[in-house]
């Protein structure tokens, strides 16, 4: 049972360009997670997703940010216009169920130069 | 909303000896406390969780207790190894909540 995976594991991308960030969680997982993580610190909710839904987007900006999870295919975690300030590695998460343990994927560095 | 502090930030320990954790919450309905470990360039992995039902709970060389009046809750690692080197975070969703907040981290450097 493959893991939760994310792609591309690195991006990088100029000021002003958008960013593109994929997830597909473990199989049998309809439940989605976006996270933020600065160096030196803790992870911050963004957004939860299930299948072309988005349940809780409380934790995401509310410009030039965007996550969708079609029927088919992975998640995705939109930037435009990206700044200096979006730098950060950004998570996925999956359970089968909410309220149960989230599994993380590996990550996708993003620099913005 | 739920805060967590963890503590210590940063942690240095000889092989061999143990290190523990320690994560306090503020919502007292919180009733799910994962624990994960994050090596560099990785993403997060759990590593152990509790449950308010339990006060301890182990596996191996690893054990989380949970202390639900004084809403704290700790990890143990004994007879540490290098590989035990990491960021370690806790988390607890608020009561009623599916998004757990997360602890700062704590940098663990086992020297050999």
């Known amino acids: 049972n493959a893991g939760v995976m994310q792609n591309p594991r690195h991006l990088v991308r100029r000021r002003g360009q958008e960013a593109r960030l994929r997830c597909s969680p473990m199989?049998?997982?309809?439940?989605v997670y976006w996270y933020r993580q600065l160096p030196e610190e803790g992870l911050k909710f963004m957004v939860y997703?299930?299948?072309?839904?988005?349940?809780?987007e409380s934790g995401m900006p509310k410009e030039r940010f965007s996550a969708e999870f079609p029927k088919e295919g992975p998640s995705i975690l939109r930037i435009q216009q990206v700044v200096r300030g979006d730098s950060a590695a950004y998570f996925c998460?999956?359970?089968?169920?909410?309220?149960?343990?989230?599994?993380f994927g590996p990550g996708t560095r993003l620099l913005v130069l | 909303g739920e805060n967590v502090e963890q503590h210590p930030s940063t942690l240095s320990v000889q092989e061999g000896d143990s290190a523990v954790i320690k994560c306090t919450y503020s919502d007292s309905a919180s009733n799910y406390f994962p624990w994960y470990k994050q090596e560099l360039g990785k993403g997060p992995q759990l590593i152990i969780d509790i449950r308010s039902n339990v006060g301890e709970k182990k596996d191996q060389r690893i054990a989380v207790t949970l202390n639900k009046t004084a809403k704290h809750f700790s990890l143990h690692i004994t007879e540490t190894q290098p590989e035990d080197s990491a960021v370690y975070f806790c988390a607890a969703p608020p009561g009623g909540s599916y998004i757990p907040t997360f602890g700062r981290g704590t940098s663990l450097i086992v020297h050999p």
């Open positions: 997703l299930q299948k072309e839904n988005i349940i809780d």
């Open positions: 998460a999956s359970s089968p169920i909410e309220r149960e343990t989230q599994y």
């Open positions: 199989k049998g997982h309809s439940h």
